[in-house]
């Protein structure tokens, strides 16, 4: 008997905004003029908070951290297309879209400064936004769960996970992917594929010819997306958090991006790509052509520019400056919050590290 | 002699066992191109090629599994978790195999493999990456726990958990990699795995540590015995699992007092294990309790925190001298 086809799969790319602010008009997600320049501004200040963070750092006025400039439009945009109820779970180089979802600036400085109070939610914040994964991979089988407990509880909510490139070579990726559609749990699941993870390069990490396609394993679609056409990615992550909340399951998402800078503050990217690779991407990054569109709409211009410009530096001044303000944090706070429950073992090593700590003062005053 | 740091001298008995045995073969993520994010293997690519130097995917079960695979084939796998955090990942396969593959064919399949890890804190790192869990490991039969504490010791024990025949998991304090250098001889040294070393002779009280603790103990015995006139002895495990209670106990019998140190969390750790075995051997010599300097049982902080919850040198004097005073 001949061999015959049984399946056949294809992967699509979509692109409305390319690199001189034109669009493929028919895609152009359905956006008020407001919520563009609201996504551009958003955009801005990832950029601008990035910048004065990866400068502060250099002057020790900030832990190690993963920059995003050059991504900003892949979780800003992907936040933006959120509804209220949605959960966001991503990994570590998302700045602009915890920004999008409330996160505020100063609590990125005070996470960065190694505070866990950088991870609280503001005070009567509902918002669904999980802190920091650092642990590659991980928040990709959560997905799975929380998507799992929103359909249980039937409510009208969805999860966004964003995850890199290298995060797809882990086995909570595959799992997390498998569990959510075996349930056909409401899931969008964002690989930022910024080509590299750390030094591994994109095509040292898979063999596969997009990562898109590995949605297709699972039995969900999946797109690839220009990872720096914010509309682009609006638009992807728009139909599939709608297609998730009508109860049609999980989707992957490729969103086709590059990360500008080193992997974090403590990494050399000199030691494994060239400055040639980087300069080429610059030409593609996603803020010059989401300002030229603008432009081109009429809804943009230099005066604008200029204004907005100043509005952003003031705001993450302001964020700096309530940030370093800040110099009193309880140093016991790790013993409040090892367990729900009272227990003898941790209120004893307490006493004794409050003891302590009141002995050094003693000796120092 | 050239004087190296942690982070060379662990390049170096790599290198040199790599030279020796062409069956040895490095795999880690970014260990390559990059050298590790900490240097560890630099230029071990250039100088063995891409066959014998793989940056893999990011997997750290596949890594380990992978290894497994090598070392029941007759390689040696000499394998890195970027940071010990990430390690727990490969549990699975160093528990449910590696680690019991001599048992279950008694002795037909054997699992000649290294993981090294940095593992602690004191470096101002993110989440995930200031923990100190060997005792996770150590309390894995069939798993071998080794941690240096300097460049020399450095350098002997990971040529010998290269050349071990079982799973050796080599934990690197992240904080000693060049925080001071040490004259290391040019010729291979291969230390003895499970062997503890009295670093500093003495008649008074016996500290017991290892890894990064070491330099916050010695500065105390050297305080201490400056200010009390006494002495004391100071002993390095080396090995955690399978720990020499030997060594221990033999300094425990003459000094009648111990301290053990650990910066890792305190219930279930390796000084309760030092203290059980003394209990064992030795508790009649004892002429006081044993002291435990260690972290807290608290999920390790953000650095912002950390600098209170690391054990110092005057935490470490001070257990040393209300011991002496019981
Ligand atoms: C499980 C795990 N292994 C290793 C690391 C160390 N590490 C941090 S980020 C990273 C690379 C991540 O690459 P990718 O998923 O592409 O995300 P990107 O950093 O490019 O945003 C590695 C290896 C980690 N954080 N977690
Ligand atoms: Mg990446």
């Known amino acids: 008997m001949p061999m015959e086809t049984i399946a056949s799969f294809e992967v699509a790319r979509l692109n409305i905004l390319d690199e001189n602010g034109d669009t493929d008009i028919d895609l152009v997600p359905d956006l008020k003029p407001d919520r563009l320049v609201a996504m551009y501004r958003w955009m801005l200040l990832a950029r601008e908070a990035d910048q004065r963070m990866l400068k502060m750092q250099r002057q020790g006025r900030m832990g190690t951290f993963a920059p995003s400039t050059g991504q900003e439009a892949v979780s800003v945009a992907a936040a933006m297309a959120m509804g209220e109820k949605d959960w966001f779970t991503g990994a570590f180089r998302e700045l602009g879209g915890r920004l999008v979802r409330g996160e505020p600036l100063v609590n990125v400085f005070l996470y960065y400064n190694g505070y866990e109070e950088g991870n609280l939610r503001p005070q009567g914040s509902a918002d669904r936004l999980l802190p920091v994964n650092i642990i590659v991979g991980s928040q990709c089988v959560q997905a799975a769960g929380l998507g799992y407990a929103a359909g249980f509880r039937g409510e009208d909510a969805a999860v966004l996970t964003v995850f ?96 500008l800078m080193m992997h974090t503050t403590a990494d050399d990217p000199t030691r494994y790509r060239t400055e040639e690779e980087a300069k080429e991407w610059w030409d593609r990054e996603p803020l010059v052509r989401f300002r030229r569109f603008l432009e081109k709409q009429g809804l943009w211009d230099k005066a604008k520019q200029d204004e907005m410009d100043q509005e952003i530096k003031a705001e993450v001044a302001a964020a700096v400056e309530e940030f370093e303000a800040r110099d009193s944090f309880k140093a016991d706070a790790p013993f409040d919050h090892v367990f729900g429950t009272d227990h003898a073992v941790i209120q004893d090593q307490r006493r004794e590290f409050l003891a302590r700590l009141e002995e050094v003062d003693n000796a120092q005053a | 002699m050239p004087r190296l740091n942690m982070v060379q001298a662990i390049n170096l008995g790599i290198d040199q066992q790599m030279a020796k045995d062409d069956g040895v073969i490095v795999l880690g993520e970014d260990v390559g191109l990059d050298g590790g994010v900490f240097r560890v293997t630099d230029g071990l690519l250039e100088k063995y090629g891409s066959d014998r130097v793989l940056d893999t995917p990011l997997a750290e079960s596949g890594i380990i599994g992978a290894a497994v695979g090598m070392a029941i084939a007759g390689l040696r796998p000499v394998c890195e978790m970027q940071f010990s955090c990430f390690s727990y990942l490969m549990i699975p396969q160093l528990e449910g195999h590696a680690a019991r593959l001599r048992s279950r064919t008694h002795g037909q399949v054997t699992v000649p493999l290294v993981v090294r890890m940095p593992y602690g804190g004191g470096v101002r790192a993110m989440e995930h990456h200031s923990e100190s869990r060997e005792a996770t490991y150590a309390h894995l039969p069939g798993t071998k726990v080794v941690i240096p504490s300097g460049p020399r010791n450095a350098r002997s024990l990971i040529a010998a958990a290269i050349r071990d025949p079982d799973p050796v998991v080599f934990m690197e304090p992240k904080h000693s990699y060049r925080a001071f250098k040490e004259e290391v001889p040019d010729e291979e040294e291969v230390a003895e795995i499970g062997r503890a070393e009295v670093v500093r002779e003495g008649t008074d009280l016996t500290v017991v540590g290892f890894g990064a603790m070491m330099r916050p103990i010695l500065k105390a015995t050297a305080e201490v015995d400056e200010a009390r006139g006494v002495s004391i002895e100071v002993i390095d495990l080396l090995t955690i699992a399978p720990m020499d209670g030997e060594t221990v106990c033999e300094s425990v ?74």
């Open chain 1, 164 to 259: 890199g490139d290298g995060a797809t070579s882990e086995g909570d990726f595959h799992e997390g992917m498998n569990l959510a559609a075996v349930w056909n749990a409401p899931v969008v699941f964002l690989c930022q594929n910024n080509q590299w993870a750390i030094s591994i390069r994109r095509e040292k990490q898979t063999r596969s010819q997009t990562l898109a396609q590995k949605g297709i394993a699972y039995g969900m679609p999946c797109v690839q997306v220009d990872g720096n056409d914010a509309l682009a990615v609006y638009r992807a992550v728009d139909e599939a958090l709608a297609r998730a909340r009508s109860g049609d399951g999980p989707t992957f998402i490729e969103a086709v991006t590059y990360r």
């Open chain 2, 253 to 326: 019998r003459r000094t009648g007092r111990c301290v053990v140190v650990q910066e890792a969390p305190r219930s279930f750790g390796v000084a309760s294990e030092v203290i059980a075995v003394i209990n064992d051997k030795v508790l009649m010599y004892l002429e006081a309790p044993v002291r435990r300097v260690t972290g807290y049982d608290v999920v390790t902080p953000y650095f912002g925190r950390e600098k209170d919850y690391i054990p110092t040198a005057g935490w470490v004097r001070r257990a040393i001298e209300e011991t002496l005073d019981f």
